[in-house]
């Protein structure tokens, strides 16, 4: 038996495998694709393969799995979500004619969750980025690009910074330098996002290699002419993913040819705990994209401009001219119906551009490609039409920047028929009277069918056999075939070739003649079908990047439309940017649920934060009332005009925002695993750390997630360093009713309260902020909306009505004296906030503290030795205790 092992196919096998162990490798035979081994094992079990082996016999038989080559992407979906990378090795040349003991192979490109063009493998309305990430020169480098449309970005930042950064770009592979996969921030990062890390030998974060490599890409000597130096910190990491990109696509990249860079300082800071909260992209319940910002403010008409939008979603800018070149834009397109709605109109008959470059940058457009982009480059001079008319600074930029590229279109569309195959081989790719040539060949061979049906008609007629046929088979090509019925008047000049059931095969001289015509004929059309249209395809790539420039301004407009559009279908309005940190919003909206109320059922609020309006807000009022809805409403407004949108509201003044935190009380999110409270403190402390005095802090519910004293404590103190050293604005939201008197301590800090219509003991949320702190608690009112039983709730009103008399009590108590607050100050009190408190209020909060703590009263009694006590002292204590409840 031979070795399986060591057959000549499976030296080739093991060549190919070794070069790149990690890679499933996909090693075509024939009609298949097989895996073999460890790969064919994991494979079976990832795609639900039948695992075989090879030479079942032998000693020690070769796992294997595999399937028919049509299903190639089908099953490339399966390995790429699982988040693994496949090596695609194809045979080179023609079984039939090779030469060699073994057919040619060759890994003909590495498929990953990062390296992804096929519209069939990827989200058309998501980027999918992929990233580098490599430390030089005390900086962390990071690049960042976007195989399937060409964008390619480099910036640099401080590793604190890091995965924040890389949590926002969210790729879905990273490369990181082999001798640096073990990191804190790594760590960090999976737990934020999912992303295939993927090594890369360290010679290829050489600098002056890598440098080397995005000069070669480019074509320059330098990136000076990119606003690159060239031992920028992020050359490293730059340069590896290039690297990283040719040798997993095995083709030129020509859509990627530029490289810019960017600054984190420009976008506004939203940290990957705030994106969640405030569901910019995802709800927080079921991760879903329905229910989130993104979906409810996307009006746009293609996908190009659909993964635009949630580009600059997931970076509003900070740079007022920036912001307002959009705003002016958006208004242009908002006042002008008729040239909004033709825009769209167009840009949804347009194919996906930049994708479409990315397929002919990298070699592998199909002929559908090709029409596609002739057809998308026939509407573009409509489109340069209307943005001519176009009045404002961005509008005309795009204008500028649009090229039409006519020659491109007037080659594709002359060249590729009406309705060609996705694969060149099947033939029929290119138009008639294209070439002389290929007409010719098309004729022969058409000619010789013609010729074949008449040779069949003249046979019938000479032999006098009315069933002779004339076939075609793969084995010896064109035979004549007549029934056993007939054999004795077969001509002598008939060749048998086969027998089959009732009849016999032949071959004639005449026929195979014929037949190397038409066949002939057939392939060398073929080939030059596939040589034309290669050469097309070259010439069309050679011109990526005017396509790639196209594309992007078919994606900008898109969105710009779409805001134009959200803003007149949801009655939005055009904020008014400043640099003083104001917030001043007239009848506000929630842009989620204002779209999913029907019109006029949201209650709109104002809101007017700033210097002389107050800095920080407290909400108070009881749950249900619509506080989290109010405040999440403030940072969405805020976002949505930074990244250059219109508002939900009647009127907005938007101070320039650097950084948006919002942090989610306990009951509010799903836990993540960690102990709630430990999440929520060490999210406090991030906020506390970073939020500058032009940062907008979102609070809600914070301290929920530890006990009531705790609670109010660290809430009250994180308040008051908001108020006292960070002077940002802020929105609180609370239940915890203590939290109104920091007003009297804090001049920058407002109260606030939702009205409740109280109508016979029914109560009635009026959605609507008023001033001033809540006074009442309204939870049982809620227990009941929310079916608690009529005895349940009767015997909380006794308890509530027991518990605010205690409370009004003790309060007097400790007014009255200051030995009632020792016994209390137990472990519970944290001893850091409390002297911080200042003496003003200290008394107040400390009184209303003990209001989750045992009665003092009954403290002093357990304390009280009945051994040391003299009747007189027993009686005074008595008299002191009446006096303090009744
Ligand atoms: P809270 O945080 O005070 O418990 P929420 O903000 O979660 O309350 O709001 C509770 C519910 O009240 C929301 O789900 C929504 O249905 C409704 N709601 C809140 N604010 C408004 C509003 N301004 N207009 C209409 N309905 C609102
Ligand atoms: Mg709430």
Redesign the pocket.
């Known amino acids: 038996m031979s070795d399986p092992y060591d057959s000549p196919m499976m030296r080739q096998y093991r060549e190919l495998k070794a070069r790149d162990p990690d890679a499933l490798l996909l090693f075509r035979m024939g009609d298949f694709y097989e895996m073999f081994g460890d790969d064919a094992v994991e494979a079976a079990e990832l795609l639900g393969l039948t695992l075989t082996s090879r030479d079942k016999n032998s000693d020690n038989p070769m796992p294997m799995a595999g399937f028919p080559h049509p299903a190639l992407e089908q099953y490339l979906v399966k390995i790429i979500s699982a988040g693994r990378r496949a090596a695609v090795c194809e045979q080179m040349e023609d079984p039939r004619t090779a030469t060699g003991s073994v057919v040619k192979r060759d890994v003909v490109r590495v498929v990953s969750p990062g390296t992804l063009t096929e519209d069939s493998l990827l989200d058309p309305r998501t980027a999918n980025h992929i990233a580098a990430v490599f430390e030089y020169r005390g900086k962390m480098g990071v690049a960042v690009a976007e195989l399937s449309t060409g964008r390619f970005a480099i910036t640099h930042l401080q590793k604190l910074e890091l995965v924040e950064e890389l949590a926002r770009l969210a790729p879905s592979e990273l490369i990181v330098c082999e001798t640096q996969t073990e990191n804190a921030w790594l760590k960090a990062l999976r737990g934020q996002i999912t992303v295939l890390v993927t090594p890369r030998p360290s010679w290829d974060f050489l600098p002056d290699r890598a440098l080397k490599t995005l000069c070669d890409q480019f074509g320059t000597t330098t990136l000076a002419g990119f606003g690159v130096d060239d031992d920028a910190p992020e050359i490293p990491a730059a340069g590896a993913l290039v690297a990283y990109l040719l040798d997993t696509q095995k083709a030129a990249l020509r859509h990627i040819h530029q490289i810019r860079p960017y600054r984190i300082e420009r976008i506004l800071g939203i940290d990957p705990n705030t994106r969640r909260a405030l569901e910019l992209t995802r709800t927080i319940r079921e991760g879903r994209r329905e229910g989130s910002l993104l979906a409810v403010i996307d009006r746009t008409a293609s996908p190009m401009g659909a993964r635009m939008l949630s580009e600059w979603l997931a970076a509003p800018l900070v740079d007022k001219s920036e912001i307002v070149a959009r705003h002016d834009a958006v208004e242009e397109l908002f006042a002008n119906n008729d040239i909004r709605s033709r825009f769209r109109r167009w840009i949804a008959e347009v194919a996906d551009l930049e994708r479409l470059s990315a397929r002919v940058g990298t070699g592998r457009a199909t002929p559908r490609d090709l029409l596609a982009l002739g057809r998308t480059l026939l509407i573009l001079p409509e489109i340069k039409t209307l943005l001519a008319k176009c009045g404002s600074e961005l509008l005309k930029r795009l204008d500028a920047a649009l090229e039409l590229c006519p020659e491109i279109r007037a080659a594709i569309l002359t060249a590729i028929a009406d309705n060609p195959p996705a694969n060149p081989r099947d033939g029929g790719v290119i138009r008639e009277q294209y070439h002389p040539l290929l007409d010719e060949l098309r004729d022969a061979a058409r000619g010789g069918k013609n010729w074949i049906a008449s040779y069949q008609a003249d046979q019938i007629r000479t032999t006098g056999i009315p069933s002779l046929k004339v076939g075609f088979n793969k084995v010896f090509g064109y035979y004549v075939e007549v029934t056993n019925l007939h054999s004795s008047k077969v001509p002598a000049e008939y060749i048998r070739k086969q027998t089959v059931k009732n009849a016999e095969r032949y071959i004639t001289p005449e026929l195979k003649e014929y037949e190397d015509k038409v066949l002939r004929a057939e392939e060398r059309a073929r080939e030059l079908e596939i040589e034309l249209f290669q050469a097309l395809r070259d010439r069309v790539a050679a011109e990526t990047p005017r396509l790639v420039q196209a594309g992007g301004v078919l994606a900008a407009l898109d969105t710009l439309c779409a805001l134009a559009e959200l803003a007149v279908q949801q009655n939005y309005v055009r904020p008014e940017m400043v640099e003083e940190p104001v917030l001043e919003i007239r009848a506000g ?2 842009p989620v ?1 204002d779209a999913r ?1 029907s019109r006029g ?5 104002d809101t007017r934060l700033g210097p002389d309006g107050g800095l920080i807000l407290v909400i108070t ?10 405040i999440r409403q403030v940072a969405l407004i805020t976002i949505l005009a930074q990244m250059g949108s219109f508002v939900p509201a009647s009127d907005a003044r938007i101070g320039l925002t650097d950084r948006v935190f919002a942090r989610v009380g306990a009951s509010d999110e799903l836990s993540r695993g960690q102990s709630t409270f430990l999440v929520e403190m060490s999210e406090a402390a991030n906020i506390l750390h970073n939020a500058t005095s032009r940062s907008l802090v979102i609070l ?1 519910e914070v301290g929920r997630g530890t006990s009531t004293f705790d609670g109010v404590s660290l809430a009250w103190a994180i308040t008051e360093f908001l108020h006292d050293h960070v002077r940002c604005r802020a929105l609180f ?1 609370t239940h915890y009713h203590e939290l109104v008197d920091l007003e009297k301590s804090c001049p920058a800090l407002r109260n606030a309260n ?1 009205a409740v219509d109280n109508q016979d003991g029914e109560i009635v ?1 009026l ?1 609507r902020i008023v001033e001033g702190g809540a006074d009442q608690s309204h939870g049982i009112h809620v227990a009941r909306l929310a079916g608690v039983p009529a005895p349940v709730l009767d015997r909380a009103r006794q308890i509530l009505d027991q518990l605010e008399t205690q409370h009004a009590a003790m309060s007097q108590a400790a007014a009255a004296t200051h030995e009632a607050v020792a016994p209390v100050s137990n472990a519970a009190m944290p001893k850091a906030s409390a002297p911080k408190v200042r003496a003003k209020t200290a008394r107040g909060l400390t009184a209303s503290l003990f209001a989750a703590l045992p009665d003092p009263l009954v403290v002093e009694l357990q304390e009280t030795d009945l051994a040391k006590l003299t009747p007189e002292e027993a009686i005074e204590r008595i008299r002191r205790w009446k006096s303090i409840v009744s």
């Open positions: 909206r929630h649920l109320l059922e949201f209650v709109p609020n009022g009881p749950n249900m009332a619509g506080k989290s809805t109010y809600d939201a939702v949320f959605h």
